[in-house]
């Protein structure tokens, strides 16, 4: 893929509308087919599919790319991506064939709902349930901070069915399930969160992806690592964006006789800001080495990348509306970019979930062979 025509759409068609999509809480939905004629809602797959075949850096850098222009398209865009691939590594021929193409060409927005009021980090611990007869599935139940919910046609939603946690395939006009706009978020508000309740909501009972009990893991597995991926690629686009509004202010504001850029506590936090963002890059580097998002290394590199990535974007955002003074209070892409870096820091596993995985996973390799 070209990267400098991947730049160009971004700054001509994406960014010019990221703060009002923000401040109008609507997500561009006239990008979609243009999303969908660039190859990029399932870009892992083959071009005959609809998708670009990438490479994971070259997947990384399109989301880098993305997170530059708009963090509600960035998401929008990873969750095409990652309900196209559950489907194509675990879905079955009939499921593959009949949401797969719909999803590439656009004409079916897809969303993830895992997330339940009583239920966020302790994602194995569900509630909603299901109950398997001849031919249907009924789904009871609440999911909450749904990206997409709004718009969406296609749910992949977590059940506990015969006690298992499950994947289920569930189309908006399903009978039983009702959808509630949520509003007036901190951040991604262009991202037309909703919850879903629903109430003996009936779906055809060949809807399980992969099978009984294939919920979180693998399907779940799956699904946040290509999330978090896409997450930590996005946080150095938005750093990027940051730093340049930044440096040019430094170089032309003057005070005390001199440009900002001569004083050296502004020189420090320009130092931290490029070193940091550097140190993310090589990280996702990293995480692009694992040939695939399955293995335990994959993960593992992803939730490295994914947990210092978003803290760095928490922090360089802070920091280039510090170095802007009032003028960074009242930069409507500063403070977007701002908030939605906040929310980096939560969604796909909070900033301290990954801490604790981080560290459980070298634990238990320095128990098994006494290293990292
Ligand atoms: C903009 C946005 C979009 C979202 N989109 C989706 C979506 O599309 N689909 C979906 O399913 N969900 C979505 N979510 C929900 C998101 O996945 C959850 O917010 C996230 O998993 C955290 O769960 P929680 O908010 O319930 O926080 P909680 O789990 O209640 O955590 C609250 C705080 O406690 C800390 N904490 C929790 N457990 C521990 C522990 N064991 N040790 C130390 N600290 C702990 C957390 O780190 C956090 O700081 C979205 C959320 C937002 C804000």
């Given at each position: 893929m070209n990267m400098q025509e991947v730049q160009k759409f971004v700054a001509e068609r994406?960014?010019?509308a990221a703060n009002e999509c923000d401040r109008t809480e609507q997500f561009p939905m006239d990008l979609v087919v243009e999303l969908a004629q660039q190859g990029?809602?399932?870009?892992?797959?083959?071009e005959s599919l609809g998708g670009r075949n990438l490479d994971l850096m070259n997947f990384g850098e399109l989301f880098e790319l993305l997170g530059r222009g708009c963090g509600s398209v960035r998401a929008m865009v990873m969750l095409q991506n990652m309900v196209a691939s559950l489907l194509q590594r675990w879905g079955n021929e009939e499921q593959k064939q009949k949401w797969i193409p719909g999803i590439a060409g656009g004409q079916i927005i897809a969303a993830f709902a895992l997330s339940e009021p009583d239920v966020g980090s302790d994602a194995?611990?569900?509630k909603a349930s299901a109950v398997r007869s001849a031919n249907e599935i009924k789904l009871n139940g609440k999911k909450t901070w749904i990206t997409l919910g709004q718009i969406a046609h296609l749910f992949i939603v977590f059940a506990r069915l015969n006690g298992k946690h499950t994947a289920f395939l569930v189309p908006?006009?399903?009978?039983?399930l009702e959808v509630f706009p949520i509003s007036s978020m901190l951040g991604l508000r262009a991202a037309m969160l909703a919850e879903l309740r629903f109430k003996d909501c009936r779906i055809p009972g060949e809807n399980i992806i992969g099978g009984i009990g294939f919920g979180l893991a693998p399907v779940g597995t799956l699904a946040l690592n290509i999330g978090r991926y896409s997450i930590a690629w996005g946080c150095l686009g938005m750093a990027r964006v940051c730093l340049d509004i930044a440096m040019r202010h430094v170089l032309d504001r003057q005070q005390f006789g001199t440009?900002?850029?001569?004083f050296q506590l502004v020189q420090q936090k320009i130092a931290d800001m490029i070193v940091s963002i550097n140190a993310a890059r090589y990280l996702c580097e990293a995480a692009a080495t694992?040939?695939?998002?399955?293995s335990r290394r994959a993960m593992m590199h992803i939730l490295q990348a994914k947990y210092f990535a978003t803290t760095m974007v928490a922090r360089v955002t802070s920091d280039a509306i510090q170095l802007c003074g009032a003028l960074g209070c009242r930069n409507e892409t500063l403070q977007r970019l701002f908030r939605d870096a906040k929310v980096m820091e939560i969604i796909e596993g909070t900033t301290q979930i990954h801490q604790i995985k981080i560290a459980e996973f070298a634990i238990h390799e320095y128990k098994r062979k006494g290293s990292f």
């Open positions: 994406i960014a010019p990029w809602l399932v870009a892992l797959a083959d194995l611990n569900i908006r006009e399903s009978p039983g440009a900002l850029k001569n694992v040939g695939s998002f399955e």
